[in-house]
């Protein structure tokens, strides 16, 4: 088991900055990729992006490309997104996960672990 904590969300304007940490704990973090989704009210939870096991390969949503980087300490068990040039569409409660390698790492059916979740506010 792998147990997951989100925590540096709230409210910023638009322009703004966020940084978000997932803090793991169980078993070996290290063995896992850890992505980032979110889910605003009455959309489905969608991916934001995902770093390897290794933290040597990262991927992205086009719609935060450049914006977030994803980020992991391995030696600390701790994930983070860092989030910058925030837009009040990237309003949502932000998720992180754990899973296996895949090639469908934006698929939330390959993530075994999740956090509750942060919420994210961008006013405009």
């Known amino acids: 088991q792998v147990q997951l904590v989100e925590s540096g969300g709230g409210l910023v304007q638009a322009g703004g900055s966020l940084r978000l940490s997932c803090a793991a704990s169980?078993?070996?973090?290290?063995?896992?990729?850890m992505a980032w989704f979110r889910q605003a009210p009455e959309k489905e939870r969608e991916f934001v992006a995902r770093?390897?096991?290794?933290?040597?390969?990262?991927f992205y949503a086009d719609s935060v490309k450049g914006r977030f980087t994803i980020s992991r300490d391995n030696a600390e068990n701790t994930g983070t997104l860092q989030m910058n040039s925030l837009k009040p569409e990237d309003t949502a409660v932000y998720y992180c996960?754990?899973?296996?390698?895949?090639?469908?790492?934006?698929?939330?059916?390959?993530?075994?672990?999740w956090g509750r979740g942060t919420q994210v506010t961008v006013s405009s």
């Open positions: 996960a754990a899973g296996p390698t895949t090639i469908q790492y934006y698929n939330t059916n390959e993530y075994n672990y």
């Open positions: 169980g078993r070996t973090f290290s063995s896992y990729a």
């Open positions: 770093i390897s096991r290794s933290g040597r390969t990262t």
